[in-house]
């Protein structure tokens, strides 16, 4: 019955595609006309696409564009599903008929400049980018913006971007030259930031989003110090500007300054909310003192605190080491959706303090209580697993999941959690199935696609076929940073390391995450690029000292880096 219903469902988006609808199909037979020639080729892309055979999509939906050359639908899904499928050819002939269907779309001609980029074609793609960036509409520089994120040779839009401020292209919109300025600093090329911002600063003198950009990158080029100067006169602006108050808070953490953000947060008006940032930031900042002083200011101003409050109030006591008071916070909540968070919290502070037999009664608890609501008590078996996985007790952990599973069957949360459990036990067909099952019920569950596919191409041989999963997952999100990594992460595998390299370092621009450079410095090692490769390595060491897949790729590669790097 799945199975049919979501052949179901692709047929009635094709047909959509295509122009046809399906009381039109009931009441008479289909003319042999574009639309019909259209619909068999369209429905055999989709199906081809929906099992991550991108070549074989891009083949049948050319073909469907083609039998219907005035659907301007057809052309940009054939072009779209072409440069996912990197086949330069075909997407030249879908960008054809696309653009002779809808030769303003800038949606189209975002499409146009991205696929000269690709084709490494400079000075044809600087014009298109430069008519994006004049366009009458105002969101143009925002597709020209998209193309350039897009490329995958990083020194090519690099240069192109260069040759775009050179020529005075971008518009006069401040808000497109921040962009431009990000994309800037997330390129790694500081010189080209800085004319960027110094053009910024220029233009628009009296903006303190200016001074955040030229903060951003004053860090990026390690001159912490400098970016701190300049950010300290934006706290004067602070306490009447929720939003320079935010984005100033932001740039502190940003630079490991969080007891300054904590004090940037502190000016203003105060809710619960700011009083919770404050909190964290004071946490993290190891500021007990500030914190208790927060604390018992607000214990103070509580006379009748509600429950968002005695929540707030139990956390706080948690990053002041208070658990038993945490605990009388937590449980002072007696109703609404807060009790069963503090429920939960209050089970992993007893954890960790070393009461353990009373966690798991409180969470079981949790488990049976017919008042809470299905979320509440699935996130019972979720905690209850975590803290034996923690207890490093595997027996229990599965347990614990079957039970969950037995309660909510086919619970797409909990199939998760116990397929990456069965993955850290090295049971990959275990987990396979657990995330197959997720699939046949959620076929277009990104996320566990793109799991699936990565963990056939780290723990397995079967790399097309992870390739097929990760490359269905790049069709729904394509600038998703972790299935990009994925992505690069096979190609890797597959041996194809030119192009395994450049979507990696796209996955970095994209997300500064410590697998993505752990990842990176592997395939650079192997490449022969070490020193580059060593300055990945010891990024992924100091965003997360214990990532697991840094491990895995220092002692694949047989480096060792010093500690605290």
Known sequence: MVRSFIVFMIAVQVLTLCGVSLAAERRAPLPIDPVARALTPAMAGEFALQAGRLDESTRWYLEAAEADPSNAALAA????????????AASERALRLWRQNAPHSLNMRGAEAALSLRQGKARQARRQLTALLQNPDSRGWQFALLALIGGRDIQLSTRVLRDLVDAGAIPDDLAAWQEFGQLALRMEDPKLAGRIIDQVVARFPNEPGVVLLRASQLQMVGKEDEARTILAPLKVLAAADNDIRRLLVMSYESLGDYADGAQVMAMGPQ??????????????????????????????????????????????????????????????????EQRTEARLRTASILYETGRKEEAFQEVRALQSNASIDDDGRRGAYLMEADLYRQDNDVAAEMDVLARGLAAYPDDEALLYARALAWERQ????????????????????????????????????????????????????????????????????????DEAVLELRRAWRLMRDPEVAAHLGEVLWV????????????????LEPDNRALRRVLETIGVVLEQGQ
């Open 271 to 336: 809710n619960t909310l700011t009083y919770s940032i404050r909190a964290s930031l004071l946490a993290r900042a190891e500021d007990t003192k500030s914190l208790a002083v927060l604390y018992e200011d607000l214990r103070r101003e509580s006379v009748a605190p509600d429950a968002d409050r005695r929540l707030l109030m139990g956390k706080i006591a948690e990053f002041l080491k208070r658990p038993e008071e945490a605990v009388t916070w937590y449980r002072s909540i007696e109703r609404g």
């Open 426 to 497: 090295d049971r990959i067909d275990h987990a396979e199935a657990d995330f197959r099952k997720i699939l046949i019920s959620d076929p277009e569950n990104v996320a566990v696609l793109n799991a699936l596919g990565y963990t056939l191409a780290d723990r397995t041989d079967r790399y097309q076929e992870a390739l097929e999963l990760i490359s269905r997952a790049r069709a729904a999100e394509p600038d998703n940073g972790a299935i990009v990594d994925s992505y690069g992460w096979v190609l890797y595998r597959l041996g194809r390391y």
């Open 527 to 542: 490449m022969g690029q070490k020193d580059e490769a060593r300055r990945y390595l010891e990024e992924s060491q100091k």
């Open 77 to 88: 899904r054939a072009t779209r599903i072409a440069m996912l499928a990197y086949d330069n």
